[in-house]
């Protein structure tokens, strides 16, 4: 299937001179959904999932089907104060400033298998932190799954010694 006809392009969103991929156009259609969550599916079925990690918030729109399909649990990775119980956090720099990521600290296990999976990859701070987060409870990373890579923000540099999977690249 051809996703990249099915998302719109949004020129000078949210500021001038960025094109902005909008993925709701594509995950409105039930075909599309489904043949995306189908590929990412084939691709990690024989990879012994433990766990799927869905980074917020868009992560958890794949991320939860994606669990399902593989049997799998589904962890949430949120900004800090959105998860009720003892979480670990960690921070990380953005190109103008930092933020911060939050895991329960029980959500993964000593050696759970791990994928890790988002609607984008950019320049990959985001991607990285998690899986620094997922590193620190004690997770292996199988692989990063994202929807989208923008090739041209060499993302994947950040997540040296990681496989990284993007079913629509730019």
């Known amino acids: 299937m051809n996703y990249k006809k099915l998302i719109r392009e949004v020129p000078d969103f949210p500021k001038p001179g960025i094109l902005f991929y909008d993925i709701t156009t594509l995950l409105k259609d039930r075909e599309a959904f489904k043949s995306i969550i189908g590929d990412l599916t084939a691709l990690y079925r024989t990879y012994k999932v433990a766990k799927v990690v869905g980074i917020e918030s868009r992560g958890f729109i794949l991320g939860g089907p994606l669990a399902h399909q593989l ?27 930092s933020n911060s990521l939050a895991v329960h600290r029980d959500s993964i296990a000593m050696g759970e298998r791990v994928l890790i999976v988002d609607d984008l990859l950019a320049t990959g701070g985001t991607a990285a932190a998690t899986a620094n987060l997922v590193r620190q409870l004690g997770g292996e990373i199988v692989g990063l799954a994202f929807l989208v890579e923008l090739l041209s923000l060499k993302g994947r540099a950040q997540l040296d010694g990681c496989e990284v999977q993007a079913l629509i690249q730019y």
């Open 71 to 97: 049997g799998a649990g589904f962890v949430p990775v949120r900004k800090p104060g959105k998860l009720p119980a003892d979480t670990f956090e960690v921070k990380y720099n953005l190109e103008y400033g």
